[in-house]
Each structure stands twice: as structure tokens, then as C-alpha cells.
């Protein structure tokens, strides 16, 4: 984002990256924070996200510095309360324009920024998929189908989907009192757990056939909904099918039980260390979802400026005007989604910048108020 920049203080943390020099102004940690402390009430997963925090918007800052730099124009980059910000150190090379900085220029300034966050987003994923790691955040919470994104907790959706992997079954002691004994005929295996399977077979050797065990077993099933993957499984399975199922394997009974596999999944593929565990969830939800929000055609976010200058290369007249209407437009739009889905954070943020882009709208019209 291009605001004003935040006045220096004696707190300020001063440092170069890249050959640009990078100012914290104490804005920044409160805002960290605020956003952090919902991650947890321990401190570690606290920290692993205000780091993800700290290095997401660092990462979008120097795209931008780095971006401006290719262009001629030498900036610094400071991080506050509403973000962070990389600001031009000579106002006139980035007011007086110059042959370097056409709209073309900044566009691409403008896109460097969330463009080099998100790949660092999308980098992190690969990393885990590599490591056999789930992230957390696009299946858990965007609900993006897992095969898309390779991640390895679809691989319970797989094997629940292969053709035999999954029966139910149900416990001796589950079905009524009166009928256990004739059930202890049915259980053939002696394993005290009775499939729907040895249920219809025993009805048919008694040549009831339709009589009792449908009936019995949806009153069962009613009652506790159980599953196993059968032990023959393991011999038709490779790969991480096989591993998952061999993980939740205590080799007790013929069966594995289906909640053994998931817990087993769960805790091979997430990651064990809460700090690491927040932070990679954080840095790809800032890194994928504040960035992709940063791309929303609202003033003055990096979408609201690329749009703004996409108006004045096509030519379009009152290009400016056009733009302010449509960020008017787009934050009134997202704000009112935010609030149906509970987001006041994103709601009251939209709304404010929206009154902003009308505030302008009516500055550039000759309108004061
Ligand atoms: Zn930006």
C-alpha cells in the first residue's frame, strides 16, 4: 500500500534487507499482536504466527521495494499498524514521473508486492507436500478439495473410496440383550464384532431370508455408526494407502478399526510443533488470503491502484472517476460478505475504506463537505 508514512519513533527497529532499509515502526507489533492472540492461549503458537505475520508483509513490502528499484526509483520499506508500506525516497522521482515510470511502471510495482507474497505462500505448500505435510488451511479451512493441492489428508478420502476398504461393523454388546446369544452363532470369525455381512448370511441359513437382519442391523446402526478397513486390505494397498493403514494397525483383532486410521493420518501428517504448525498455517493464510483480499479492485489497496491504472491505459475518460465508483462499489460489496460470514474485522474494513473512496470521489469532483 502507498499511505503516509507513520511518524519515527524512539522505538523504531531499524534494519537493511536486500540493500533497502526496512523501519518497524511499535504500530506494528500491537497490530501482530491483536491478530495473533487468537491463535492459541500458550505463547508459542502465538509467536509462530505473529512471525508469519512479520515475514509475509516483510516478503510483500520488498516485492514492491525491490520492484521500485528495478525502475529506477530507490525506496525504503516501513511496517505499522495498518500493514506495511514501501515509500519512494525521492518524492521527485516518483511525482515527477519520468519515462521509467508509466502506468506500465506501476503496475508492476503494485503487483510485485502481493505477487512475490503469494509465491512464497504457494512455495511453503510445496515444501510441506514434499515433507508428506498437510498445511492446515486450504482443505481444512477453504475447503479446497485436497487432490488439488496434493495434500496429504485426501488420502483418507481415497482409501474410504476404494471399492471393499471400508465395512461397517458393529460390537457383539451392541445389539439387544435378547438376541446375543443367536449373534454368537453369527460372529463365524469370533472376534465379538458382527458385520452385516455374517448377519445376512446367517439369516439365509436359517431360510428366513428378509425376516430379522436388515431390520436389527439399522437398529444398531441407529445407535453407534462404526467402520473398519479388513487386515486383507494391507496386501492390495502400496504407496501411502498402505502406511496409513499400517500406522493404525495394533494388530489386535482381523480388523483396523476406521478411527484408528484417522487418528494415525491425522498425526502423521500434521505437523507435531506448535510453533511451526501455527506459523506455516499463518504465513499461507496471509500469504494466499490477505493477498488475493490486497487484489480487490478497493482504493487505496494494491488491487484498487492496479485497476486505477488499468482505467487510464485504456484510455477511458474520467478514468480516475470510473475507478473511485468501482472501489465505492467493490468495498461496500466485500464489506456486507464479510459480515454475513461473520469476518467484522474484514466488514468494518471494507466499509471504512469504501467511506474513503467516496470522501475522494467527492474531493475530486469539487464537492467538500
Ligand atoms: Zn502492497
Redesign the pocket.
Known amino acids: 500500500?502507498?499511505l503516509g508514512e507513520p511518524n519515527h519513533t524512539d522505538f523504531d527497529i531499524h534494519f537493511q534487507c536486500f540493500g533497502i532499509s526496512v523501519r518497524i515502526h511499535p504500530g506494528f507489533w500491537a497490530i501482530s499482536a491483536l491478530l495473533s492472540l487468537p491463535a492459541g492461549r500458550e505463547p508459542m503458537p502465538v509467536l509462530g504466527f505473529a512471525l508469519a505475520i512479520f515475514l509475509s508483509i516483510l516478503i510483500?513490502?520488498m516485492?514492491?521495494a525491490l520492484a521500485f528499484r528495478k525502475c529506477g526509483i530507490q525506496s525504503h520499506v516501513v511496517l505499522y499498524h495498518f500493514?506495511?508500506l514501501?515509500v519512494p525516497d525521492s518524492v521527485g522521482s516518483y511525482v515527477g514521473y519520468g519515462s521509467h515510470y508509466s502506468p506500465r511502471s506501476k503496475i508492476f510495482v503494485?503487483a510485485m508486492?502481493?505477487g512475490v507474497q503469494m509465491l512464497s505462500a504457494v512455495l511453503l505448500v510445496l515444501v510441506l507436500r514434499g515433507m508428506g505435510k498437510t498445511d492446515g488451511f486450504l482443505s481444512g479451512v477453504v475447503r479446497m478439495p485436497p487432490s488439488w493441492t496434493a495434500d496429504p489428508i485426501g488420502q483418507l478420502q481415497d482409501i474410504s473410496n476404494i471399492d471393499g476398504a471400508l465395512l461397517p461393523y458393529h460390537a457383539l454388546q451392541q445389539f439387544p440383550e435378547q438376541s446375543r446369544p443367536g449373534l454368537a452363532l453369527v460372529d463365524k470369525n469370533q472376534d465379538a464384532l458382527i458385520t452385516l455381512e455374517e448377519l445376512v448370511e446367517y439369516e439365509s441359513e436359517l431360510e428366513v431370508t428378509g425376516d430379522f437382519a436388515m431390520q436389527m442391523w439399522a437398529e444398531v446402526e441407529n445407535k453407534i455408526p462404526g467402520r473398519y478397513v479388513p487386515r486383507a486390505m494391507l496386501e492390495h494397498l502400496t504407496g501411502a494407502h498402505l502406511t496409513a493403514l499400517q500406522l493404525a494397525d495394533r494388530g489386535e483383532t482381523m480388523l483396523i478399526l476406521w478411527d484408528d486410521v484417522v487418528s494415525a493420518h491425522l498425526n502423521s501428517v500434521s505437523i507435531q510443533n506448535k510453533f511451526l504448525s501455527i506459523f506455516c498455517f499463518g504465513f499461507i493464510q496471509i500469504g494466499l488470503f490477505w493477498a488475493l483480499l490486497?487484489l480487490v479492485p478497493v482504493y487505496p489497496?494494491?488491487g484498487g491502484q492496479i485497476t486505477r491504472e488499468l482505467f487510464v491505459l485504456s484510455g477511458t475518460p474520467n478514468a480516475v472517476v470510473k475507478s473511485l465508483k468501482l472501489s465505492i462499489a467493490s468495498g461496500v460489496v466485500i464489506g456486507l460478505v464479510g459480515m454475513k460470514y461473520d469476518m467484522m474485522f474484514i466488514g468494518i474494513m471494507f466499509f471504512l475504506l469504501a467511506y474513503s473512496s467516496y470522501q475522494l470521489l467527492q474531493r475530486m469532483q469539487g464537492r467538500y463537505f
Open positions: 500500500m502507498l510483500h513490502e516485492g514492491h500493514g506495511g514501501a503494485t508486492g502481493p490486497n489497496l494494491d
